[in-house]
């Protein structure tokens, strides 16, 4: 997905004329407010799809395509989006990463009941920070079955100067009926979690959590090698690329062979430019890096899960006018660069620091795996969760301890929040939203409760969450 900026600007203005659609009625602070809406027609929807390689299969998704429309606006913008469910089941739309008012947040039984069957429902908020975010259906395996998307907030006051802009979304797939769903097998309940877990409906359909799948396609925006399309360069541009990871059960280490990737944002926010050779982003992360396309060949952008396999997603990055047809893949070898969070740092430090004091401070053991079938934090399976009370103006600490042999990106929703190390000094931070938590790592967030509601808060490995690693953060009067 190139933009030409030049062509986005005349969209973007063309598509201001297009908006307000009659006998729809805003809520009052919204429509009050006087702001462009930009309005996107949503329809949820099995379809037929195929990857560019391997066979056609029933897919579940947004207005028939995988990934959905890319959403893209300017900051300040109201995004409105009708959703319209002709899916067999119910479903939401949740907007990963955008601290919006918790009714438009899309989790179910948190916020909002599901969008029944033929049902429709209107999600608006304000576009607010500028930055790379997801969406994707929240309830139960669908985003393994297709229904996620890009959704890009552009600053209304750039900063940064870039000649070439791609998203790429990289996504795990089954190429079966169904998707992710089709190739893996349902853990029975056993003991008296299970016998919890049975009497309960909605979650895990009753019938215990599944199993991780086999997955058989790695796919950028939708499409498996060679079928991807080629990252057009001209010698000599600075390129931009907003990596998103939608995938429900793949955490990718990333390389360009012959180019260092320069990162720039995290999880939307920005940070002090770094650079590194490989990068690691895992479910739900965003990274925006830019390389300056100084190496004229054919090259191979590649990912690898998480240190292991070799190749299993590859991007060309094609320069015009080269001829030759050789595609060079990248070598992960020792002693490459490869940053951590500890590595980088807020781009604005001014805007906050990382207190001594939080008020409220929830440890939060993360376990599972091994012999049981679900995922816990401290010992407990969500909905049969603990609720991390919160009042509002609260600096709110959470400490991770991974008990556990698998890595879990933890996410909170509604809230950017800091990564906390104690040996780093006060002005040393970055922000997120979401966080790889390693085996047995301990490691601190904290977050000013500045946006009341009900905010769920998981691991964003879609088969830890539905085996229950979640819970809910509840704001008190
Ligand atoms: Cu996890």
Partial sequence: MDVN?????????????????????????????????????????????????????????????????????????????????????????????????????????????????????????????????????????????GLYGALIIEPSNPRESYDREYTLALEDWVMRDEGGVANTRRRPPMGMMGGMMRRRSGFGQGRGPLLEPFYDGYAVNGKVYPAV??????????????????????????????????????????????????????MGERYDVEFVANKPGNWLLTAREGGFGEGMLRIPVQYNGVRRKEVVP???????????????????????????????????????????????????????????????????RIGYWNHSMMPHPMHLHGHFFKVVLPSLPDNRWIQKDTLIVNPMQRVEIEFLADNPGNWFHHCHNLYHMEAGMANVVVYQL
């Fill in 229 to 282: 399309s080629p990252l057009e360069v001209s010698k000599g541009d600075r390129v931009k690329l907003r990596l998103l990871n939608p995938s429900s059960a793949t955490i990718y280490d990333l390389r360009l062979a012959g180019h260092a990737l320069t990162i720039t944002h995290v999880d939307g926010n920005a940070i002090v430019p770094m650079d590194t050779d490989v990068l690691r982003i895992g």
């Fill in 330 to 396: 990248p070598t992960f070898h020792r002693g490459l660069r490869f940053a951590t969070y500890w590595d980088l740092q807020a781009f604005y430090p001014s805007e906050g620091s990382v207190s001594r004091t939080a008020d409220r401070f929830y440890p939060q053991t993360l376990g599972g795996g091994m012999h049981s079938p679900f995922w816990t934090i401290n010992g407990r399976v969500y909905p049969n969760a603990e609720r991390l009370a919160v009042r509002k103006g609260e600096r709110v």
């Fill in 5 to 145: 900026r030049r062509t986005f600007l005349k969209t973007t203005l063309g598509s201001f004329l297009a908006t307000g659609l009659p006998g729809v009625s805003l809520t009052e602070a919204l429509s009050k407010s006087k702001k462009p809406v930009k309005e996107f027609r949503f329809h949820a929807s099995k379809a037929r799809v195929n990857l560019g390689v391997g066979p056609d299969f029933t897919a579940w998704t947004y207005n028939g395509q995988i990934p959905g429309p890319e959403i893209r606006v300017r900051e300040g913008e109201i995004i409105r989006v009708v959703l319209k469910n002709y899916l067999p089941e119910g479903t939401t739309i949740h907007w990963h990463g955008i601290p919006l008012p918790n009714a438009m947040d899309g989790v179910p039984g948190v916020t909002q009941n599901p969008v029944m069957p033929g049902e429709s429902f209107i999600y608006e908020f304000e576009a607010r920070p500028a930055g790379s975010y997801i969406y994707h259906s929240h309830v139960h395996y669908q985003l393994d079955q």
